[in-house]
């Protein structure tokens, strides 16, 4: 470690964080200094280290601790990615593009290490298993290595990798606006570039499971058809959707209750109570006014009855 003129770093990198809120790092400098040393280049170049350096700069200090290395050019964007992922916060598009230019270069730093495939398919069952175990033995890929600093899972730093290489500029945009979700953007990154932008308008605003057979029939009859298609079905309002799935994971959780017997008298027993009654209250009520079908209640309850599980709602 040496002291260096904060004058003389050269701040040039563009993955470096300089317009980050450093109030809180500015407290804990004047508390306890600069634990960590600036990284800098035999050129007085900033590798890592943008907040701090912003930090000290706006505390008006003029000479600052740096670590000088020698590292090829490659090696130095690395460094400057790492620190990015490891300490501080990005939003999306930003984590997606250090992510795969991330992989790019260690993927050249290490010829043997496992490569990450970049495409986006549909897996069969056979073939999610055999990924699955892939993944799971894997321990030289940058999606491993990234794993273990970052404690982001293998598999999403994956797809985050694959998001940022596979897709059009167009769904970025829609993306980093908040349009269309990471799901969907999975999705039509199956899809060529000039098809992602012919049928993004359509993407927008459809469930993921509505977007899934909208790519497959654009893959299988063209993306024309896929759209005519798509315009013709009724579509599943969004919160149904949601609803839905919401009912599915709730109906698994009451079957392992009831099948195991799983009983409560804590001191949260009256508000898990109160909150289930209610939830009765408003399914009852959701299924009269959304559907229209008093027949839906009566068959319900009669399964109920039969099933033997009413008294579990009485």
């Known amino acids: 470690m040496e002291m260096m003129a904060l004058h003389e770093i050269k ?7 300089l317009d980050s809120d450093v109030d809180t ?15 800098v280049n035999h050129e007085g170049e900033l590798l890592a280290g943008g907040r701090r350096y912003s930090a000290l700069k706006e ?3 003029t000479e600052v601790p740096v670590n000088r290395v020698e590292r090829s050019a490659l090696q130095q964007e690395l460094i400057s990615i790492d620190e990015n992922l490891v300490r501080t916060s990005l939003d999306k598009i930003e984590l997606e593009t250090c992510l795969n230019r991330g992989r790019e270069i260690y993927e050249k730093m290490n010829p043997l290490a496992e490569k990450i495939e970049i495409s986006a398919r549909k897996l069969s069952h056979e073939e999610k298993k055999e990924e699955k175990e892939k993944e799971q ?16 899972s293998k598999s999403s730093i994956k797809n985050a990798i694959k998001r940022d290489a596979l897709a059009s500029t167009e769904v970025k945009k829609a993306r ?3 349009k269309i979700s990471a799901s969907q ?3 039509i990154i199956r899809l060529q570039e000039d098809e992602q932008d012919a049928l993004l308008p359509y993407v927008a605003g459809a ?6 057979k909208m790519i497959d029939a654009a893959k299988a009859n063209g993306v024309a058809q896929a759209i005519e298609t798509s315009q013709k079905s009724e579509k599943c309002p969004r919160e149904f959707s949601q609803l839905r799935i919401l009912a599915k994971k709730t109906n698994k959780m009451i079957v392992k209750i009831m099948l195991e017997e799983i009983s409560y008298a804590g001191k949260d027993k009256e508000k898990i109570c109160a909150e289930l009654m209610e939830l009765k209250s408003n ?3 959701v299924l009269k006014i959304s559907f229209d079908e008093d027949v839906i209640l009566d068959e319900l309850l009669t399964q109920r009855r039969e099933d033997g599980l009413s008294e579990h709602f009485n």
């Open 59 to 61: 505390l008006g200090h």
């Open 176 to 178: 980093a606006e908040g």
């Open 25 to 39: 790092l500015i407290k804990s400098i004047q508390l306890v200094g600069v634990i960590n040393p600036l990284t």
């Open 137 to 152: 033995s894997d321990t030289t890929s940058f999606a491993a290595v990234t794993s273990e600093k970052t404690g982001l």
């Open 185 to 187: 953007t999975n999705e």
């Open 207 to 212: 469930t993921v499971q509505e977007v899934k």
């Open 11 to 17: 701040v040039t990198s563009t993955y470096l964080r």
């Open 283 to 285: 399914l009852m009520e």
